[in-house]
């Protein structure tokens, strides 16, 4: 019995093991958490396209969006843990949601963590016909209009959201908050007009910004982009210490060979490394980890201090996902 039972794991173990070898032989999926058109969605298929070329297989986007990115989150965590269906995710969707809605899966143990991806900060952007040259003009239009100002988000947690949040907080503004499935489709808004403000991840404004159809007034970091030179941080224009840098990840189901994973962060260090891509990056406000944050064990280590760092700050600011 003993050796039938041995025979049996030992038969098991090998066909995980060249699983693992032969991996991938079919397409691969990644969860983008927000609606398509967004900064995550576009960070994800200049990946995508980029990691199936070395993996030797198609690497394609779903979108699956629906509370603040918790819904795709959630797809992830149900799937089979056998590297064929990742989550890509950042900042609010694998930290601050965690803190603000009940959750049914545990961010830091429910999921494997692959690589570290690019960050950028945001800018705090408006309608072009809006009335105001710089950061303080906006915040006095703001107070001088608060019972009809809108500001655009991705949903209760949102980075847009948390960051707007912090924002009324330090200057005493008060807004209606819009809710989109994304920043994408907020920004459609924001060029027609419909809304008034968003604060935005970088990746996602700066086309608008540099096409002259928005206007930015600051970006959420201690220094200006080398990318946008001439908008100033939030220090110099007026709102000091709203740092917000919105980091990317991407992790597969808990269980996952861990010589998979080892693939899967290989794959994504080579698109990070990749000229093209890195131009991209660089032109939108993306920064790319140093090599060595890229790895699976540097963003579990980020992805766990960010969660003692901010779920503290995000339930005392009684921000709820209702
Ligand atoms: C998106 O992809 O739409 C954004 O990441 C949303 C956000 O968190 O602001």
Redesign the pocket.
Known sequence: MRKLMLTAVALVAGIAGASAQTYPTRPITIVVP??AG????ALARVLADRMGRSLGQQVIIEDVVGASGSIGVGRVVRAAPDGYTLSIG?W?THVVNGAIYNLPYDLLNDLAPIARLPSNPQFIVSKKSLPAGNLKELIAWLKANASEATAG??GAG???HVAAVYFQNITGTHFTFVPYR???PAMNDLIAGHIDVIID?TSNSMPQVKAGTIKAYAVTAKERLASAPDIPTVDEAGVPGLYISVWYGLWAPKGTPKDIIAKLNAAAVEAMADPAVRKRMDTFGLEIPPRDQQSAEALGALQKAEIEKWWPIVKAAHITGE
Not at 38 to 41: A, E, K, Q, T
Request: a negative charge; hydrophobic letters at 25%; charged letters at 5%.
């Open positions: 927000f609606a967004g900064p995550s969605d950042h609010s988000t991705a949102s980075a847009s994304g920043t994408g991840q």
